[in-house]
């Protein structure tokens, strides 16, 4: 996606080798138009897919999620990483483990939110080593739903979620894929 690409080449800043800053309009300040423009691609490209449902993870897969679930015309969950005061109970729960911050935590969904009937795309903004969103596949197998497929805004191509993914057999989708952060500059790869 050329727009989101240009965005980063302008906006992003390469912390390390590893990590990408992109604070002024994904993780911390949100573009809507630029949001906007990321839900209409990510329809575009599951448009076909009969989508019931999208799940992302808090907190900043929440807007490209929305703006995708409202191109979509289908509800938007955001899996919780805390358990909140209405929601305790009847909860589909898996642990995401980290490699980026060294750390286990655990994201919810309540049970009455996913049926066997549902057709999820999975959103979230990066993909690094797919352990966020190997958690909500497996909250949706739980749910004996289908994963209809997986869209990502940012893929770290350079780390190995997206072939994790492919192999349990999903679709996956990036809009922009960056290849490299080496020498403090971004590189995309096709
Ligand atoms: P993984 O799920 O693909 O294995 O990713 P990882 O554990 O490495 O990522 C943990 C958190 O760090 C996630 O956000 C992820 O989006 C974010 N992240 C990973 N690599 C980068 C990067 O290069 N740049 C930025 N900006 N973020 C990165 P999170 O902790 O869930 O935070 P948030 O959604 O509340 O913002």
Redesign the pocket.
Known sequence: MELLKRKILDEGIV?SN??????SF???QIDPLLMQAIGKTFASLFRESAITKIIT??????APAVMAGLELGVPVIFAR?RKSLTLQDDLYTEK??????KEE?EVSISRKLVSPVDRVLLI????????????MARIVEQADATVAGIGIV?E?AF?N?ALKLKEQGYRVESLAR?AS?ENGSVEFAN
Do not use: P, R
Request: no cysteine; charged share 20%; hydrophobic share 45%.
């Open positions: 912390l590893q990590v990408l800053k992109v604070d994904l993780n911390h993870i808090e907190s900043s897969g929440i990483k995401v483990y980290s490699f980026t911050k935590s979230d903004d990066f993909l690094a080593n797919g352990e966020a969103a190997l958690a940012i770290k780390q979620g960056v952060l």
